[in-house]
């Protein structure tokens, strides 16, 4: 694995620490401002429909053959009239600092950050099929209800489920999956089954003595 691919691991420690630290300065710029929502929400945006779908922007983004100048240029024509100015010139800081292959690690930090910092849940939600808008927000609204508090999904698809949802917030999972469902059934039927072979032993032990 490249060390520029290597930049975009946000598991690894040294990615992580760094992600903190410019997290910790994105939102700040962006509360003074007053457009800390939308500045992460662009962030996400960069970092999870960009960079994720865009290996060759990843990989410049990372590269240290490319000058900040390059990359500055980079940054202003694809991104220029999309995004705040201060998320604009927050990558450009990045960028004069080597340190752009971060901002995936950046987007993870500065989510955590916000989330602890308005108390804000975050549920991990499994799928057999992305989920549509009406439903995410069904989902959102009754996880708020029950846990009182502001919740966030994180969301991944998992075809191995064939249907329904799991749910994870911390320790706590809700399992509403179809093959969880089955699998419970199969379980009720067998031990349905070895309670109906129990009651024809005890039977059959009366009869014989």
Do not use: C, W
Not at 166 to 193: C, E, L, P, W, Y
């Amino acid at each position: 694995m490249s060390q520029s691919m290597k930049h975009e691991t946000v598991l690894d420690p040294g990615a992580e620490q760094v992600g903190k630290v410019y997290a910790r300065a994105l939102i700040g710029a962006a509360n003074s401002a007053g457009v800390a929502d939308q500045v992460l929400d662009q962030l996400r945006v960069l970092a999870d429909d960009y960079l994720a779908s865009s290996d060759k922007l990843a990989l410049a983004f990372a590269s240290p053959r490319i000058d900040e100048a390059e990359k500055g240029r980079v940054i202003d024509r694809l991104f220029g009239n999309q995004f705040h100015p201060v998320l604009i010139n927050f990558l450009k800081i990045m960028a004069k600092r080597n340190r752009l292959g971060y901002v995936r690690a950046v987007k993870a930090a500065s989510e955590q950050i916000s989330d602890e910092m308005q108390g804000r849940l975050v549920a991990l939600v499994r799928t057999a099929m992305p989920l549509d808008d009406a439903t995410r927000q069904n989902i959102v609204d009754r996880l708020q209800t029950t846990m009182n508090k502001q919740v966030r999904l994180e969301e991944t698809v998992d075809a191995k489920l064939i249907g329904g949802m799991v749910i994870r917030i911390g320790d706590t999972v809700f399992d509403s999956s179809v093959a969880n469902q089955i699998d419970k059934m199969a379980r009720k039927a067998r031990d349905g089954f070895s309670r109906e072979l129990l009651k024809r032993f005890d039977s059959f032990s009366a009869t014989s003595t």
